[in-house]
């Protein structure tokens, strides 16, 4: 599974998903994907997302 991540600019300290079961927004934090919910938005606001900051989002496992 391939997730990409982008900063959200609209909502700063969230940052938006896409894997492929489609968009989501997750909070930008300690096991925020938990938190995650779909994402309804514009993808003129997505800029790719560089680094984590340091944040443990708590990813499931790649296989």
Known sequence: MTIVFYEFTQQPRYWVAHDEDG???VPARE???HE???FVG???NLI???D???I???LPALS
Request: hydrophobic residues 40%; without cysteine.
């Open 48 to 50: 790719p997302l560089l």
């Open 23 to 25: 968009y989501w927004l």
């Open 31 to 33: 096991q925020g994907w």
């Open 42 to 44: 514009h993808a003129t």
């Open 36 to 38: 995650r919910s779909p």
């Open 56 to 58: 443990d989002l708590g």
């Open 52 to 54: 984590f900051d340091g």
